[in-house]
């Protein structure tokens, strides 16, 4: 564990061994998770960790980049997903927008929605002027 300003930053690798139910005793403020490295189900084990540390900002690492992935993981019950295997830059503004904001999801992740999707909500919107202009 590190201290890093106010915050008391704990990493899920070193709690690896340890029963969920234990790492309220850590009282971290913030939780980093590398989701490539948890064995089981791990959205399991966020949301497990959410209900047991309402109050902390949990980060999870993934090198999953998809929406809805990235959704899934903030569904579970994390603040922030980060990729794996990102910059320590990356992930500190990362972290950083977490804390701030309660929730951040970083741009590998493309959350937008895609040019095609939007491209066919405009049709269908121009679809349905022309019926109403009849």
Not at 14 to 24: G, V, Y
Request: with cysteine; charged share 20%; aromatic share 4%.
């Amino acid at each position: 564990m590190r201290r890093a300003a106010s915050c008391r930053i704990q990493s899920a690798v070193a709690l690896a061994r340890t029963k969920i139910s234990e790492i309220n005793a850590h009282a971290p403020d913030v939780l980093m998770i590398d989701l490539d490295h948890l064995p089981g189900d791990c959205l399991e084990s966020v949301r497990q960790l959410r209900f047991v540390l309402p109050e902390c900002t949990i980060a999870v690492l993934t090198s999953t980049f998809e929406t809805r992935w990235a959704k899934r993981c903030h569904a579970a019950g994390a603040c922030g997903v980060l990729p794996g295997g990102g910059s320590e830059a990356q992930i500190l503004i990362g972290l950083q927008q977490a804390l701030l904001t309660g929730a951040y999801t970083d741009a590998h992740f493309n959350t937008r929605p895609r040019l095609n999707e939007l491209l066919r909500l405009c049709i269908k919107i121009r679809q349905i002027d022309a019926l109403y202009q009849c």
